[in-house]
């Protein structure tokens, strides 16, 4: 079997898109063929991938992809999506651009009275809407391979942060937020690590807080990770 993706984005914007694919390879020793401007996740995982970038190579592929459907040896499967993708389309370059920013809201001990730590928010400053609360995108971030970088971003803005803190002397946890998407995610503990070991940040500094909801999600692979 061959899969051919054209444009990445529209096969991981559907909820079960990804893993579809990945299905296929595994299961069905399909060979993925991803066509995209953009290095999705579908790309990633692909046999074989290319941008193309110029006309004549979009019509020679046009072309190919016309006379294995008039012969047919490939079906086509349109996956419709129920993301905003124009919002996906501006929250992704607003992660390209750096324009996203962390907030810190204290974390106070009751009894002593002394911070002893910060959690960490994510804030979009849209030069439209204003400050965008993460409620409004990060829904449809995890029905993309969007959640991934954008996890891997803040991981990265907090963990430097924190750093920064004990240079100056100030011993202070920071706490990040992780979404049911990124906690299923295999490569979670390897981007923390990572963070961690870019930074000089000792792991006990880092705080992963997850929902109940996300924990419910896939109790197995929860333990997993938070062990």
Same mark, same amino acid.
């Given at each position: 079997?061959?899969?051919?993706?054209?444009?990445?984005?529209?096969? !991981?914007?559907?909820?079960?898109?990804?893993?579809?694919?990945?299905?296929?390879?595994?299961?069905?020793?399909?060979?993925?063929?991803?066509?995209?401007?953009?290095?999705?996740?579908?790309?990633? *995982?692909?046999?074989?991938?290319?941008?193309?970038?110029?006309?004549?190579?979009?019509?020679?592929?046009?072309?190919?992809?016309?006379?294995?459907?008039? &012969?047919?040896?490939?079906?086509? *499967?349109?996956?419709?999506?129920?993301?905003?993708?124009?919002?996906?389309? +501006?929250?992704? %370059?607003?992660?390209?651009?750096?324009?996203?920013?962390?907030?810190? +809201?204290?974390?106070?001990?009751?009894?002593?009275?002394?911070? *002893?730590?910060a959690e960490a928010l994510l804030r979009?400053?849209?030069?439209?809407?204003?400050?965008?609360?993460?409620?409004?995108?990060?829904?449809?971030? !995890?029905?993309?391979?969007?959640? %991934?970088?954008?996890?891997?971003?803040?991981l990265d803005r907090a963990v430097a942060?924190?750093?920064?803190? !004990?240079?100056?002397?100030?011993?202070?946890?920071?706490?990040?937020?992780? $979404?049911?998407?990124?906690? %299923?995610?295999?490569?979670?503990?390897?981007?923390?690590?990572?963070?961690? &070991?870019?930074?000089?940040?000792?792991?006990?500094?880092?705080?992963?807080?997850?929902?109940? $909801?996300?924990?419910?999600?896939?109790?197995?692979?929860?333990?997993?990770?938070?062990s």
């Open positions: 079997d061959l899969v051919l993706i054209m444009g990445g984005n529209a096969a !991981e914007a559907h909820p079960c898109g990804f893993k579809w694919v990945v299905e296929a390879k595994e299961k069905r020793k399909a060979k993925l063929v991803v066509v995209d401007p953009r290095y999705t996740r579908s790309a990633a *995982v692909s046999d074989f991938y290319t941008p193309l970038r110029t006309g004549s190579d979009i019509a020679f592929l046009g072309g190919v992809i016309n006379y294995l459907l008039a &012969h047919d040896q490939i079906h086509h *499967v349109s996956v419709g999506a129920d993301t905003n993708a124009a919002v996906l389309e +501006q929250l992704r %370059r607003a992660l390209e651009g750096n324009e996203l920013q962390l907030h810190y +809201q204290p974390k106070v001990d009751l009894k002593s009275h002394r911070v *002893v730590g979009w400053p849209h030069s439209k809407r204003g400050f965008v609360p993460p409620a409004a995108f990060i829904p449809d971030a !995890e029905k993309t391979g969007l959640i %991934r970088p954008l996890t891997r971003w803040v942060e924190a750093r920064a803190w !004990e240079r100056s002397g100030k011993q202070l946890n920071v706490a990040v937020n992780v $979404s049911a998407r990124s906690l %299923r995610d295999g490569r979670l503990l390897e981007d923390v690590e990572e963070v961690l &070991h870019a930074h000089g940040l000792a792991p006990q500094q880092l705080v992963l807080e997850v929902t109940e $909801s996300a924990v419910l999600t896939d109790e197995g692979r929860a333990a997993d990770v938070l």
